[in-house]
């Protein structure tokens, strides 16, 4: 059964009504509670105090008249009655002065009814039921009589403190209820501020799928990962935008490469078939050379792809490096001098742990690139040093340089910052991005500092074997 999804609006609506529920919920119960308990605290502290209250009242005017006069214990009986108080006097001879029940008791039995009505009307599991206390009326330390007092216990509410606590619980009630109300506008105000950016990242990797890369995400965002999300989106953009340019340069470049050559050959052996031309060895090493060619581009390529499914598979052995510069420099010997081009190097014997064969594939594409680059009575100058546990060899010429634009790219393949693609250059532009690859299967770094028109120059920094250091 497929799962049920909910999308990233709904989900933070629902988060936001959550979270609001669950906190007015606690905030109102907990408040609730407390108010219960002090307001019940408060009911029994009144009733005491009414109490005392009262026998104060009625010691007064036993003072005042030396007897108990059924006048003045009408009042006080009928005021407390009022405040939900049923009293009865006795005399010290336990002979009843004035009783509310005696005085009106279908007044006492309503009163009972409506306090217990009260009280369940608050909670339908009170469980109060009618009390009566006896308390002693004493004058210098003499008793002259006694106060009963009888009430629906062990607490009561009147009427006012009922209206007081319903209407409390209906501000809770309310609040909740707005609570809830300002919670969904919100969630859905945050959740649009939150998914509208989402939704447009989500649409615009999609594009990308699709091969859309021109488009770009302007609107920005508050939150901070969502606007790092939108830059990246941006940059995979230009990233990806730049490769198929570069994919497709490549198609032409590859295309070009293997059209000349192609149709030398192709013309050249037309003409023999057709008896135009001697099939002579001249002729024939011709489109040899032609096919060498075809094969050579052929072979930087599938070098690219066994560098980009990181197949770069290393046989390390010790070896001095200046040796292999200066072999490499004396299979480019006849060339340097075909354009008088000034060798400055002075040999340092540096032992170093590499792969003899990857790092001369990338010294050798540096050198070429120096020689296609540099005119006529240029020059081209190594360097080779050992700083603490690194080797740096620097290869700087003096030829047209690199501009500014092309230095970031320089290493992505198939780039070539010359875009003529004429014979004397050539390539497909993926010799220095199998040299980095070489050079970081290493644990090394290179790098390219060039002035247009004036200068380029390669650092190629790698790691000293700890194996060496011990020698």
């Known amino acids: 059964m497929r799962k049920l999804k909910y ?5 933070l609506t629902l988060s936001y009504i959550f979270i609001v529920v669950i906190v007015v919920g606690l905030t109102s119960l907990v408040t609730n509670m407390g108010l219960k308990a002090q307001f019940e605290k408060y009911v029994i502290q009144r009733q005491e105090k009414q109490t005392r209250e009262i026998i104060d009242l009625i010691k007064m005017k036993y003072e005042e ?11 006080i009986g009928m ?11 006795e005399n010290n001879k336990k002979q009843s002065v004035w009783s509310a029940y005696k005085h009106n008791n279908g007044l006492c039995q309503t009163m009972i009814m409506d306090m217990r009505a009260n009280m369940y009307s608050y909670s339908n599991k009170w469980n ?3 009390q009566e206390k006896t308390y002693p009326i004493t004058i210098d330390d003499v008793q002259v009589g006694t106060v009963t007092t009888g009430y629906v216990g062990p607490y009561y509410f009147n009427d006012e403190e009922l209206i007081f606590i319903k209407a409390l619980n209906s501000l809770f009630l309310i609040t909740g209820i707005c609570s809830l109300v300002i919670a969904f506008i919100l969630g859905i105000f945050m959740s649009m501020r939150l998914s509208n950016p989402l939704n447009k990242v989500a649409k615009k990797a999609l594009s990308l799928s699709e091969g859309k890369y021109k488009e770009r995400l302007m609107d920005g965002s508050h939150t901070k990962e969502i606007e790092i ?8 953009s230009d990233a990806l935008e730049h490769k198929d340019k570069l994919q497709k340069q490549l198609t032409q470049d590859v295309a070009h490469e293997l059209r000349t050559p192609l149709t030398s050959v192709q013309g050249h052996m037309e003409a023999m078939l057709d008896g135009i031309w001697a099939m002579d060895k001249e002729r024939l090493n011709s489109c040899y050379e032609e096919i060498i060619r075809i094969k050579k581009l052929i072979g930087s390529i599938e070098d690219l792809s066994g ?9 390390k052995q010790d070896f001095d490096l200046a040796k292999l510069l200066i072999r490499l420099l004396n299979n480019y010997e006849n060339d340097f001098q075909l354009k008088n081009i000034q060798i ?11 792969d003899e064969d990857k790092m001369s594939q990338v010294f050798n594409n540096i050198l070429s690139n120096a020689l296609k680059y540099s005119d006529e009575e240029g020059e081209i100058t190594i360097q080779t040093s050992l700083e603490e546990d690194t080797i740096i060899v620097s290869i700087k010429d003096t030829g047209i340089g690199i501009p500014e634009a092309d230095l970031p790219h320089i290493f992505e393949r198939f780039y070539r910052a010359d875009k003529s693609r004429n014979r004397k250059t050539g390539g497909v532009g993926v010799g220095l991005t199998i040299s980095k690859a070489i050079i970081e299967a290493h644990e090394g770094e290179i790098t390219v500092n060039s002035k247009y028109g004036e200068e380029t120059e390669f650092i190629i920094k790698l790691p000293q074997s700890e194996r060496i250091n011990k020698l």
Do not use: C
């Open 344 to 354: 400055n190097y002075r040999p340092e014997s540096i032992i170093i742990y590499a």
């Open 79 to 89: 005021n407390a009655l009022q405040n939900g108080m049923i009293l009865e006097i």
């Open 229 to 236: 999300l939108i830059e990246t989106i941006n940059k995979l």
């Open 7 to 11: 999308s990233l609006r709904s989900r």
């Open 307 to 315: 560098v980009e499914n990181e197949n770069v598979l290393l046989y």
């Open 128 to 130: 109060g039921e009618y």
């Open 65 to 75: 008249e030396k007897a108990f006069r059924t006048g003045y214990l009408e009042i």
